[in-house]
């Protein structure tokens, strides 16, 4: 690649960097609000969630074709092949996430004008949306600079992730009067949106670091 | 490209696509399986189900760095580079239901002496496992056969598997004695894998349409 070439396409490559950094502020917001609705019973907001999710979809299929027709016309070397190749693969993850926060937001729209979370479970799940949100920022931070330790410390909130999610399960399993089904029903599935979505954050920071690194 | 090129490379992608073929072998056969080890609380079969993904795992990763390989030496022109690209994708797709699959064995094996599914709602499983292997029997079909007809009879047994999932909610939700948590949990949780797994079927049968004929 002759010298001019090489700085269009660093140009290019950053821009699909940048996209990236987006699309993680987008699913934080996403996750953020869809939490309040599903808490608050906030129909409203609930809306907003679903109908925004249209923007996410579409920078994620933006991408694509920008990376593809990358690909295409400048035959990248390894190095250059695998940022976009990698890139592919977090904005597909960063889609999902989208799609995550949507499913939380459809549920909070089900049950409106009742929220879907019992009182008593209100508090994990605040802390659940918390480190979903936490996460999609840092993996923000992450894909803008490169950053591998900050990758690496994922995992704690990951694992955090997990503890409440199985907390969310044993609560469920409380003594006493036992929640309607209905109830049950809810919980779990919410419970797999936000652990999924934390799953595709910690997938997009690994995919940062094999990149950066060379290593899983 | 030259000639023989061109015929090594050809040679390269039908072995891509085999790989992919032999991948919804594996995953229709997990599914299979799983069901078996669900419905009969049969531990060995759940047990062979978890152990046998790390196949697809070990297939899917082998394919990303072939693929990876021939996209990066031979500089392949628009249609085939996006037939590559959608390989990767089918591949992580096919990937995942193979997750989905050991997701359902291990509820199988947590559960288990017991069944995590009541008797009354095995009908209803049993014929959710029965669509996904269909649906991953079909997928190969359509890969190996590069058949987008096909592909888009899909859609129906997607719907099928859609209604039975709501069915079985609402199944939980019968008048009557009302399920124990836990196994509203479980029958929710093995009812969104399924329902996902044939999401991911159907993903692989559009990539497969998007690449034949260009449209969605």
């Keep these: 690649m002759s ?6 396409f660093e140009v290019d490559l950053k821009s699909i960097d940048n996209t990236l950094v987006e699309m993680t502020r987008l699913v ?12 608050d019973a906030d129909l409203a ?3 907003s969630v ?10 994620h299929v933006d991408l694509e074709e920008r990376a593809l027709v990358l690909i295409a016309r400048q035959a990248p070397v390894a190095t250059d092949l695998r940022a976009l190749i990698a890139a592919l693969r977090m904005s597909a993850d ?14 909070a729209r089900l049950r409106y004008p009742e929220s879907a ?16 949100v936490e996460l999609a920022v840092k993996t923000g931070e ?10 690496r ?10 503890r409440l999610h199985r907390q969310l399960f044993s609560s469920l399993q409380h003594e006493g009067e036992p929640y309607p089904v209905e109830t049950a029903i809810d919980v779990t599935l919410i419970g797999r949106y936000y652990e999924r979505f934390a799953d595709h954050a910690v997938s997009v920071a690994h995919r940062l670091v094999f990149l950066v690194t060379g290593e899983y």
Excluded: F, W, Y
Aim: aromatic share 0%; no cysteine; glycine share 8%.
């Design 142 to 151: 992450i894909i803008d600079g490169r950053d591998v330790d900050a990758a």
């Design 45 to 47: 907001i609930a809306e």
């Design 50 to 59: 679903i109908t925004a999710d249209e923007q996410v979809d579409a920078l």
């Design 94 to 107: 960063l889609e999902r996430m989208g799609d995550l926060a949507r499913h939380v937001a459809k549920v």
């Design 3 to 8: 010298g001019s070439l090489r700085e269009q």
């Design 153 to 162: 410390g994922l995992e704690d909130e990951d694992d955090a992730m997990d």
């Design 117 to 132: 979370i019992p009182p008593e479970l209100h508090e994990t799940i605040t802390e659940m949306g918390r480190i979903g």
């Design 28 to 39: 934080g917001s996403a996750m953020n609000r869809a939490t309040t609705a599903l808490l």
